[in-house]
């Protein structure tokens, strides 16, 4: 069974930096594309980061260009989003989403984690 | 406001057809296969339809997907209590070089 579980939100100050983790287990990591997926307090859904497989292949939002870098590390079946220069707009649940790219690509977000709290606030 | 548009809101009765919509343009619902997932109150998205109209394992075939030019619809019938939910449609964009969503649309089952 596919499992997705973040950790790493909580409450930062403007301008502070916060990692996040995904932990993947159930499923072969490499073969998943992997995304970042945020949602602010009572609003709808924001892409935010792209991964392929390899590591190899990176995109963002314009939204957190320059602030966010995505990784991800293969042997231990995680992601990472390593977010600088926060702002009060971060503020949003933070998911994790894979995407089957091997043997056959969803191109769709086919499991989701349950999400980390991200707050940005003094 | 999202690159997406969708409806805010949408409402039926137990039994009913319901359909929710999702407008965009050539760089993306034009060119790319437009997916469909499911938020429950208080839980993460599930993905409900992707390339070109298929289901996951578990999803009942209720739920239908259609695209035509660049607009895309999701159809849900024989409508339930527990399909009352948030619905969100997403896609690829060539122009932003991103995956982008709609607004999303809640449904009510009345």
């Known amino acids: 069974e596919v499992h997705l579980v973040e950790s790493g939100g909580g409450l930062i100050q403007p301008g502070g930096s916060l990692r996040l983790s995904c932990a993947a287990s159930?499923?072969?990591?490499?073969?998943?594309?992997m995304n970042w997926v945020r949602q602010a307090p009572g609003k709808g859904l924001e892409w935010v980061s792209y991964?392929?497989?390899?590591?190899?292949?990176?995109h963002y939002s314009d939204s957190v260009k320059g602030r966010f870098t995505i990784s991800r590390d293969n042997a231990r079946n995680s992601l990472y989003l390593q977010m600088n220069s926060l702002r009060a707009e971060d503020t949003a649940i933070y998911y994790c989403?894979?995407?089957?790219?091997?043997?056959?690509?969803?191109?769709?977000?086919?499991?989701w984690g349950q999400g980390t709290l991200v707050t940005v606030s003094s | 406001q999202s690159v997406l548009t969708q409806p805010p809101s949408a409402s039926g009765t137990p039994g009913q057809r319901v359909t929710i919509s999702c407008s965009g343009s050539?760089?993306?619902?034009?060119?790319?296969?437009v997916n469909w997932y499911q938020q429950l109150p208080g839980m993460a998205p599930k993905l409900l339809i992707y390339?070109?109209?298929q289901r996951p394992s578990g999803v009942p075939d209720r739920f239908s997907g259609s695209k035509s030019g660049t607009s895309a619809s999701l159809a849900i019938s024989g409508l339930q209590s527990e399909d009352e939910a948030d619905y969100y449609c997403?896609?690829?964009?060539?122009?932003?070089?991103?995956?982008?969503f709609g607004g999303g649309t809640k449904l009510t089952v009345l």
């Open positions: 159930g499923f072969t990591f490499t073969d998943y594309e």
């Open positions: 989403a894979s995407s089957q790219a091997v043997p056959a690509a969803t191109d769709a977000f086919d499991y």
């Open positions: 997403a896609t690829w964009d060539d122009s932003l070089n991103g995956w982008v």
């Open positions: 991964i392929s497989g390899s590591g190899s292949n990176i």
């Open positions: 390339r070109y109209g």
């Open positions: 050539s760089s993306n619902i034009g060119g790319n296969t």
